[in-house]
């Protein structure tokens, strides 16, 4: 059974930083395409990145481009997604998910871990 565990959410002033975590296991995690997808308050699922098996290729919201980086390491079974020039409607909860890019907000995910920008 897949377990993802996301981490390293907080509270973060506008133009701050934050780095997630998601710890994986119960997947052969280096076969695994990967994503985040996130949700802000009220709203549905919106896809933000993803990495491909390999690493060589990811992908990212227009949105997001150039603030977000998605890396992985395979040997730890770890995605991860560096999160740089934070705005306030960054806010919302955060989740990574494994599939295709394509099905992103449709695969499994954790329990989540909030991200607040706020002054």
């Known amino acids: 059974e897949v377990e993802l565990v996301e981490s390293g959410g907080g509270l973060v002033q506008p133009g701050g930083s934050l780095r997630l975590s998601c710890a994986a296991s119960?997947?052969?995690?280096?076969?695994?395409?990967m994503n985040w997808v996130r949700q802000a308050p009220g709203k549905g699922l919106e896809w933000v990145s993803s990495?491909?098996?390999?690493?060589?290729?990811?992908y990212y919201t227009d949105s997001v481009k150039g603030r977000f980086t998605i890396s992985r390491d395979n040997a730890k079974n770890t995605l991860y997604l560096q999160m740089n020039s934070l705005k306030t409607e960054d806010t919302a909860v955060y989740y990574c998910t494994v599939g295709p890019r394509q099905l992103a907000i449709h695969g499994p995910r954790g329990q989540g871990t909030q991200v607040t920008v706020s002054s």
């Open positions: 119960g997947i052969t995690f280096s076969r695994k395409d």
């Open positions: 990495i491909k098996y390999s690493g060589e290729d990811t």
